[in-house]
């Protein structure tokens, strides 16, 4: 439940970076940094294929609890935020896709 709240509310704040097209991991950091705290928080570069290619964007990922997070991305098109548990490999931030 909690991580369903705190993911509306990244969305909510992602989508209105992405209107203003500042969507790169060192402008959406702050954002999330203050909607996640004292939460852990991994911002990175949007990653498209199988993680060898950047896109304009961010990828995300924030701790909730011991066992729930929210991940997502913005990009110029949209933002999207997942609630989910932990990835056994990467923990909040979605693995690299395979090929």
Do not use: F
């Amino acid at each position: 439940m909690r991580a369903r709240q705190k993911a509306t509310e990244v969305e909510r704040a992602l989508d209105e970076l992405r209107r203003r097209g500042t969507i790169s991991p060192a402008e959406v950091r702050p954002v999330l940094a203050r909607l996640a705290a004292p939460a852990r928080l991994s911002v990175g570069a949007l990653l498209i294929g199988t993680g060898a290619d950047k896109a304009e964007g961010s990828t995300y990922g924030i701790w909730i609890g011991e066992t729930a997070c929210v991940t997502g991305a913005v990009s110029k098109e949209r933002v999207w935020a997942d609630a989910n548990g932990h990835y056994p490999e990467t923990g909040c931030m979605p693995p690299a896709s395979a090929h």
